[in-house]
């Protein structure tokens, strides 16, 4: 069993930075892999990013080369990394635990684990 608590999200304008910290219970946090997804109201949730335990990262393309996955194993933490933000961003952040070994990692029933999630509203 793992317990995910995400922090780090507010109220930023467009071009700011934020960095979102997902910090899980559990001995067995290095052998997951990790992800972070979002939801806009009236959306689904979609995938943002992943590490896996090997620290392969993987992102979407309307992130990518704006955000940044990592972890920190020896304190059970995953970070994502949130620069040159677009109102766009503005979702509910939730993180994600799963095997390393799936097939479509972007979607959400690959993921055994959930956090309750974290609000970024970013504003124009």
């Known amino acids: 069993q793992v317990q995910l608590v995400e922090s780090g999200g507010g109220l930023v304008q467009a071009g700011d930075s934020l960095r979102l910290s997902c910090s899980a219970s559990?001995?067995?946090?290095?052998?997951?892999?990790m992800g972070w997804f979002r939801q806009a109201p009236g959306k689904e949730r979609e995938f943002v990013a992943r590490v896996s335990w090997s620290t392969n990262t993987y992102y979407a393309d309307s992130v990518k080369g704006r955000f940044t996955i990592s972890r920190e194993n020896a304190k059970n933490t995953v970070y994502l990394q949130m620069n040159r933000l677009k109102p766009e961003d503005t979702a509910v952040y939730y993180c994600a635990a799963g095997s390393n070994y799936v097939n479509d990692y972007r979607l959400p029933p690959r993921y055994d684990y959930w956090g309750q999630g974290t609000q970024v509203t970013v504003s124009s």
């Open positions: 559990g001995r067995t946090f290095s052998s997951y892999a």
